[in-house]
């Protein structure tokens, strides 16, 4: 236990499907991210939020749409996904994202499956 | 364009053996650090070096990250199974970046059976 929780921790959707994935840390950190973890990819970065902002989006589809409401919580909003888009999602916190070396604690992530 | 390389890719060894997994780039880091990823779990965070040359024991594990700051390895002494699992190693895209360009490589699979 990470203090970071996500769910659902597996989801089937199809291609016209809207579903969100949740993400909650109970660490008092103030800076979240999400990540994409592919078979055949290195895990990728996909959204920085510090301090409820984002501060980083890394050329992600708008398919995929974050929201962040307070420095606890962080959303994955999906629609018209794409079969290429099943993943692991893997949501992690830190204390800021100003310190390099601040430790990242990740979330067990949600098995994302899209028929 | 990948640019932390991971070898091996996978590594099956018998419990009690030791190994050395490498991390290597062409580009120079301010930081690196190693991860543990199990089934169904997302990564931990096992170390972080930030001086070149700079070793650091953690129990039976020992990490070494390059004079040069672009590379590390990992080793392992007296493999147990516990320690299966997948190796990621990540660094800062840029120097004196902040965690927003962190950069993760494709891990080395490691099993280490009874």
């Known amino acids: 236990e990470t203090g970071v929780t996500q769910t659902p921790r597996h989801l089937v959707m199809g291609m016209t499907n809207k579903k969100s994935l949740k993400c909650e840390q109970h660490l008092g950190h103030n800076a979240m991210y999400w990540y994409k973890q592919s078979a055949k990819k290195p895990l990728e970065l996909m959204f920085v939020y510090n301090f409820k902002e984002q501060t980083e989006n890394n050329s992600v589809p708008s398919r995929f749409s974050p929201e962040c409401p307070n420095s606890s919580h962080l959303f994955l909003h999906l629609h018209t996904l794409q079969p290429e888009d099943s993943a692991l999602y893997l949501c992690?916190?830190?204390?800021?994202?100003?310190?390099?070396?601040?430790?990242?604690?990740f979330g067990p992530g949600t098995r994302l499956t899209v028929l | 364009t990948q640019l932390l390389e991971q070898s091996p890719q996978f590594l099956s060894i018998q419990e009690g053996e030791n190994l050395t997994v490498y991390c290597n780039s062409s580009?120079?880091?301010?930081?690196l650090q190693w991860y543990r990823q199990e089934p169904g779990e997302g990564p931990v965070l096992l170390v972080t070096?930030?001086?070149?040359?700079e070793v650091k024991k953690l129990k039976r594990l020992t990490f070494q990250f390059g004079d040069a700051r672009k590379d590390s390895s990992l080793h392992i002494t007296a493999a147990q199974p516990g320690d299966t699992g997948l190796y990621l190693c990540?660094?800062?895209?840029?120097?004196?970046?902040?965690?927003?360009?962190?950069?993760f490589g494709k891990g080395t699979k490691l099993s280490v059976k009874p």
């Open positions: 580009s120079v880091f301010s930081s």
């Open positions: 070096v930030v001086t070149g040359g």
């Open positions: 990540a660094a800062q895209r840029g120097y004196g970046g902040s965690q927003g360009n962190l950069i």
């Open positions: 992690a916190s830190s204390q800021v994202t100003s310190r390099p070396t601040d430790t990242q604690y």
